[in-house]
């Protein structure tokens, strides 16, 4: 079964295409949940503090060309992603 890729920073879960291939080389696709640019953004600032930044903001969506699913919510979002309280 694949696995949907999911942002790091927000967990937006409907990306079309991973952050990163295989070898680590970034997609440079804005998520449009956070509105990170993989490859550019998260190359000075880890996805925690691009996290931060966003939850500081509102967790509002960032896109004005696509519109959020219905009834999405940028904190339910990062709390069904598990990305706030990571599994060890």
């Known amino acids: 079964m694949d696995l949907k890729p999911?942002?790091?920073?927000?967990?937006?879960?409907?990306l079309p295409e991973p952050p990163y291939d295989?070898?680590?080389c970034?997609?440079?696709e804005i998520c449009?949940?956070?509105g990170t640019e993989f490859g550019y953004d998260d190359a000075t600032k880890p996805a925690e503090q691009l996290r931060q930044a966003w939850?500081?903001?509102?967790?509002?969506w960032w896109s004005d060309?696509?519109?959020?699913p219905?009834?999405?919510?940028?904190?339910?979002?990062?709390e069904e992603s598990g990305l706030l309280n990571p599994k060890s």
């Open 6 to 14: 999911i942002c790091p920073v927000c967990g937006y879960s409907e």
């Open 22 to 24: 295989e070898q680590g």
């Open 70 to 78: 219905a009834g999405w919510s940028g904190s339910r979002q990062l």
């Open 55 to 60: 939850l500081d903001r509102g967790a509002a």
């Open 32 to 34: 449009p949940s956070c």
């Open 65 to 68: 060309r696509r519109r959020p």
């Open 26 to 28: 970034a997609s440079f």
